[in-house]
């Protein structure tokens, strides 16, 4: 079992930065691959970026790609999601999910979702 816990969204202006976090309990995180997601009112969940268990492979949509990163301290049993030049599109709730399986998943655990909303 993997608990999981997001915090770090909050508003922002167009351009500026956040950092989201997601803190997970359970022996077994560092087994896992770690994803982060997001979901707007009437749009169905997205991929945003994913990270394999050694955090030797990552993924990243291709809206995010070169302002998002995915990193994550197993120590420390978190999962990050550092976004840079954030856009008024990017606001939505953002989750992070586990999956056993790999990055691909499919993804078992979820948080309880933090929002994230940018202002033009």
């Known amino acids: 079992q993997v608990q999981l816990v997001e915090s770090g969204g909050g508003l922002v202006q167009a351009g500026g930065s956040l950092r989201l976090s997601c803190a997970a309990s359970g022996r077994t995180f560092s087994r896992h691959a770690m994803g982060w997601f997001r979901q707007t009112p009437g749009k169905g969940r997205e991929i945003v970026a994913s990270?394999?268990?050694?955090?030797?492979?990552?993924y990243y949509a291709d809206s995010v790609k070169g302002r998002f990163s995915i990193s994550r301290d197993n120590a420390k049993n978190t999962v990050y999601l550092q976004m840079n030049s954030l856009k008024p599109e990017d606001t939505a709730l953002y989750y992070c999910?586990?999956?056993?399986?790999?990055?691909?998943?499919?993804?078992?655990?979820w948080g309880q979702g933090t929002q994230v909303t940018v202002s033009s």
């Open positions: 999910s586990a999956s056993a399986s790999g990055t691909t998943g499919p993804y078992e655990y």
């Open positions: 990270i394999s268990w050694s955090g030797g492979g990552t």
